[in-house]
């Protein structure tokens, strides 16, 4: 099929916090996907039995998030950093 280009408009709003040895940042993100390309199955099943797949545009898909980040200097020579993200 004929694809077109992925568009995005993301938005994010975030905080950063530290003291001496330790530091967190906590990050809310949105983003709209416009003609995002998705994989779709087709129905067809090729002689190995793998579904076969085809790339197309969906109409439109929003996602929302947060990102936390948490780092720690125990010492000069270490730093420990750790993050995570729920979609």
Known sequence: PDLVPERITT???G???GADDL????IGFR???EDKISSVLTGAVLPNGR???QSRNIT?????????GLEWLPD??????????WT
């Open 11 to 13: 938005f994010d709003l």
């Open 15 to 17: 905080v950063k916090l």
């Open 23 to 26: 530091s967190g940042e906590l």
């Open 31 to 33: 983003s709209r996907f």
């Open 51 to 53: 579904l076969v797949t």
């Open 60 to 68: 439109e898909q929003v996602l929302y998030g947060v990102e936390a």
């Open 76 to 85: 000069d020579r270490w730093r420990t950093y750790a993050s995570a993200t």
